[in-house]
T-cell receptor, first 109, second 112 residues
Framework: AQRVTQPEKLLSVFKGAPVELKCNYSYSGSPELFWYVQYSRQRLQLLLRHISRESIKGFTADLNKGETSFHLKKPFAQEEDSAMYYCALSNTGGFKTIFGAGTRLFVKA | KAGVTQTPRYLIKTRGQQVTLSCSPISGHRSVSWYQQTPGQGLQFLFEYFSETQRNKGNFPGRFSGRQFSNSRSEMNVSTLELGDSALYLC???????????FGPGTRLTVT
């Protein structure tokens, strides 16, 4: 079965502290993993995807197939990072995308 | 390019009624997916359309249906509305090969 688990509903960190948002997945094939972000009063938007292997707004995420994880990391959190973050998995054909329950990140000044 | 648009933005319906929501994808995007977002269940996949064909469907009852037109615009319909259908319905479009999705603002449906 296709499943995405984000164990933390809420993550609160101080500005300048490192942040890690956890994501674990279950999928029998070769998935494509994404992180989407929703800032207050804005649309859900793509933050990054595992195949691009790039850093966006200081965030990176590495796909660990052995641990079936795709954790999102940033070394120094900023207040503007406060948002809802969703981990998502697309099946091989890309016809279906499953989202995790989301983690709300709150960066305190 | 203009973003994904959804109409209407807000709807209030009564139990037992039916509703149709509309989604216009980004120009050139032929894949359209629909999601239901609720505080309790999060984002749940409803269905995906490509070139007027439904390629995949989530675990929703048959009251939820959709279609896609030749211009890639899509509609979803919910018949015999229930209180539990109150949610934000999101539409997302993507290019044929890329998996990343571009989301619309959503339609907020309230069933009373």
């Amino acid at each position: 079965a296709q499943r995405v688990t984000q164990p933390e509903k809420l993550l609160s960190v101080f500005k300048g502290a490192p942040v890690e948002l956890k994501c674990n997945y279950s999928y029998s094939g070769s998935p494509e993993l994404f992180w989407y972000v929703q800032y207050s009063r804005q649309r859900l938007q793509l933050l990054l995807r595992h195949i691009s292997r790039e850093s966006i707004k200081g965030f990176t995420a590495d796909l660990n197939k052995g641990e079936t994880s795709f954790h999102l990391k940033k070394p120094f959190a900023q207040e503007e990072d406060s948002a809802m973050y969703y981990c998502a998995l697309s099946n091989t054909g890309g016809f279906k995308t499953i989202f995790g329950a989301g983690t709300r990140l709150f960066v305190k000044a | 390019k203009a973003g994904v648009t959804q109409t209407p933005r807000y709807l209030i319906k009564t139990r037992g009624q039916q509703v149709t929501l509309s989604c216009s994808p980004i120009s050139g995007h032929r894949s359209v997916s629909w999601y239901q977002q609720t505080p309790g269940q999060g984002l749940q996949f409803l269905f995906e359309y490509f070139s007027e064909t439904q390629r995949n469907k989530g675990n929703f009852p048959g009251r939820f249906s959709g279609r896609q037109f030749s211009n890639s615009r899509s509609e979803m319909n919910v018949s015999t509305l229930e209180l539990g259908d109150s949610a934000l319905y999101l539409c997302a479009s993507s290019e044929p090969v890329a998996r990343e999705q571009y989301f619309g603002p959503g339609t907020r449906l309230t069933v009373t």
